[in-house]
């Protein structure tokens, strides 16, 4: 018997309230998703129109289901009890493609029911050139097309105050909100467009920083998974994506906001705040911070997946107390909050619908490195008198044995590739001690923005770790 697909049983009626540029697996298992929540629960009312921010793309568009799609949320509630729900999303009206469909697009200018624009393009998305032209059909970037479609929206309400925008542009880069700004500014003054649409910009619209955080699948890659999960559901779903319990999404933004996203009583991990840097420190130290730290050492120790390695004892011991004696006194943030943070983060880390493999996490592990375990190392031993958080020095370290290439298949900077390749073989033909390597390495300041050799004990200890790991294994040193 030939499953039916997930089609409309009436026609849509909400008005379109959302432009949304980016139809990925992340936007319709995270901003969709609440979307939909805030209209059952809320008199949000609001309908969505998806737009392909490039274009061109062979994959259907939504619009084959009619915009329908699942939502299938799996893994672990705040008690650590497994979950599982399913969630028809119905918010959605359309998909354009505006390499094929770019009149439609511009169309949405016009609607004066549109109160938001959200955006996920991934982090090179809120990019700019000097070649892209309003006269394009379309441009080329996210930010020039964002700029045609706002400036024909000024021009549309003759420049009118309530026919601003909201902006959530959930581009995973610092700043999301001034930068997708500035890159439609940008635009707007290479076109030489009227001075009053830039005002326009400045004081209607409402450029957003955003802070988002859900781990977001496509459908299992096991095909008779796929076929159960949709036995179940009574359907087949070409769009199913799978999503983890938990989430979070967090906007600077007026407080006027919350009223016009419902937000009172809606029930959802929505956080509206004057400043957003907080959440990211919090979320990028412990969450992504913790990801960084336990990966080498983890593969050093023979194991596959994030979650092999908590349900592993003396790695989420060791783990454990990395996040709490070294990382979150780094941060300096409320101890019982960043506690709370870290509880639900390892609670994630076990969710078993998820297979997180470490090798996947350990591509471009030195620039995570800098940006994630370097910060709160640094800031731990500066905030102990010189003393230094032994268990990030040990990341460290595993991660520079990680790089001898001979475990997994790295992915990086040709350049540290390239040097790891020379250094690791400087130290087997014995040109090189350990401290050598350590030295060298810490004096990567295109890398660290500083030469760490001046970091009173690191050299010592790094090299120190280095011998320990390979003459006695990770496991001694955990």
Not at 133 to 152: E, G, H, I, S, Y
Request: aromatic share 8%.
């Amino acid at each position: 018997m030939t499953m039916q697909a997930l089609q409309r049983s009436a026609p849509f009626a909400r008005p379109i309230k959302v432009l949304q540029f980016g139809q990925g697996n992340f936007m319709r298992g995270f901003f969709d998703w609440q979307i939909d929540l805030l209209n059952e629960r809320t008199g949000l009312n609001a309908g969505v129109v998806v737009v392909r921010p490039r274009g061109g793309s062979a994959t259907p568009l939504l619009d084959v289901q009619d915009g329908l799609f699942t939502v299938l949320v799996r893994g672990l509630d705040e008690t650590g009890k497994a979950v599982q729900q399913a969630r028809t999303v119905s918010c959605v009206q359309r998909e354009i493609d505006p390499a094929r469909q770019y009149e439609e697009l511009m169309a949405q200018a016009a609607n004066p029911e549109l109160r938001f624009i959200a955006s996920n393009t991934t982090e090179a998305g809120i990019a700019i050139n000097d070649s892209d032209r309003l006269t394009d059909a379309p441009p080329v970037t996210f930010p020039a097309k964002l700029t045609q479609l706002l400036f024909a929206r000024y021009r549309a309400f003759h420049g009118a105050q309530d026919k601003g925008v909201y902006l959530l542009p959930c581009e995973l880069i610092d700043n999301n909100g001034p930068a997708l700004k500035a890159a439609v500014l940008h635009f707007a003054r290479l076109w030489e467009l009227e001075a009053g649409f830039a005002a326009w910009l400045e004081q209607s619209c409402f450029f957003c920083s955003t802070l988002v955080d859900r781990i977001v699948t496509g459908a299992p890659a096991d095909s008779a998974e796929t076929e159960r999960i949709e036995a179940e559901l009574g359907y087949r779903d070409q769009f199913l994506v799978c999503a983890e319990y938990y989430y979070l999404f967090v906007i600077e933004a007026p407080a006027a906001l919350a009223e016009e996203l419902h937000l009172l009583d809606a029930g959802l991990n929505i956080l509206l705040v004057d400043d957003i840097k907080p959440y990211k420190t919090r979320k990028v130290g412990i969450l992504n911070g913790g990801h960084t730290t336990l990966v080498p050492v983890a593969l050093l120790a023979g194991i596959e997946s994030v979650g092999q390695a908590v349900e592993d004892a003396q790695l989420n011991a060791w783990l454990r107390a990395a996040i709490s004696e070294e990382i979150i006194p780094a941060l300096q943030m409320d101890r019982a909050e960043l506690e709370a943070f870290a509880a639900d983060v390892l609670l994630r880390f076990r969710n078993p619908s998820i297979h997180h493999r470490l090798a996947s996490i350990a591509l471009n592990s030195w620039s995570k490195f800098a940006a994630r375990v370097m910060p709160q190392l640094l800031a731990f031993a500066a905030l102990h008198d010189g003393r230094l958080p032994q268990r990030l020095v040990l990341a460290l370290a595993a991660t520079m044995v990680l790089y001898r290439g001979k475990l997994i298949n790295l992915s990086d900077d040709p350049a540290h590739l390239a040097w790891f390749a020379e250094g690791w073989g400087r130290v087997d033909s014995g040109d090189w001690t350990t401290r050598q390597l350590a030295f060298g390495w810490l004096g990567n300041t295109g890398l660290w923005g500083r030469d760490l050799n001046e970091v009173t004990g690191l050299p010592e200890a790094l090299a120190a770790a280095l011998d320990s790991i390979q003459q006695n294994g990770i496991r001694a040193m955990l």
